[in-house]
């Protein structure tokens, strides 16, 4: 079955320091994966995705991230962590053959100390 | 500006009553869904669609239901039969990526 695990709810950084969120997916086909972020009574914002190539792939707001095929795994890292970096961030994952499904990871919260 | 709007952005409902949200794009994409979002609960699909005229249900579609008439729309009713519809919802489309409206939180009375 497809399915989505971010193994950490909630994580605190201080501002200034590197971030790493988990993300381990189990998928059938060949995965596209994306990053998504949501501020407080919004949508979700794209951050990045990979559908092939380069493993390493950089997003938006200096988030990269890394695809890991023999660990099942799309890790979001971020060098420096600023305030605004603040929210919840999801890991989701779609088929390469099917454009029109996609699963959800339960997301991380982010918390930034001063 | 191409993107997905939704509307109203908040609304409140009293017990009993149907409630339609609303949501456009002008992205041309052929994939629309929606999305309940609790806390704590992630995202969980209502409904989805592929095609105009053509919907399939998601993993929690009780009590909702929806029409895809035109490619630019995909309205959500929130039926009666929704014993605890209060939540945030979201829309979003797609072709090989998934974009999203900014959301609207219905609140029953």
């Known amino acids: 079955a497809q399915s989505v695990t971010q193994p950490d709810i909630h994580i605190t950084v201080s501002e200034g320091a590197s971030l790493e969120l988990r993300c381990n997916y189990s998928?059938?086909?060949?995965?596209?994966l994306f990053w998504y972020v949501q501020s407080p009574g919004q949508g979700l914002q794209l951050l990045l995705k990979?559908?092939?190539?380069?493993?390493l792939v950089q997003g938006i707001k200096g988030f990269e991230a890394e695809f890991k095929r023999s660990q099942s795994s799309f890790n979001l890292r971020k060098p420096s962590v600023h305030w605004s970096d603040a929210a919840e961030y999801f890991c989701?994952?779609?088929?390469?053959?099917?454009?029109?499904?996609?699963?959800f990871g339960s997301g991380t919260k982010l918390n930034v100390k001063p | 500006d191409g993107g997905i709007t939704q509307s109203p952005k908040y609304l409140f409902r009293k017990e009993g009553q149907n409630v339609t949200l609303s949501c456009e794009q002008n992205?041309?994409?052929?994939?629309m869904y929606w999305y309940r979002q609790d806390p704590g609960q992630g995202l969980r699909l209502i409904y989805y669609?592929?095609?105009?005229?053509?919907?399939q249900k998601g993993d929690i579609a009780e009590g909702y239901s929806v029409s895809r008439e035109k490619k630019e729309s995909f309205p959500l009713t929130v039926t009666s039969a929704q014993k605890n519809p209060t939540a945030f919802y979201l829309c979003?489309?797609?072709?090989?990526?998934?974009?999203f409206g900014p959301g609207t939180r219905l609140t029953v009375l």
């Open positions: 979003a489309s797609s072709r090989d990526t998934q974009y």
């Open positions: 998928y059938g086909a060949t995965p596209y």
């Open positions: 990979y559908f092939s190539g380069d493993t």
């Open positions: 989701a994952v779609g088929a390469a053959n099917n454009f029109n499904k996609f699963y």
């Open positions: 992205l041309n994409h052929d994939a």
């Open positions: 669609s592929q095609i105009v005229n053509d919907f």
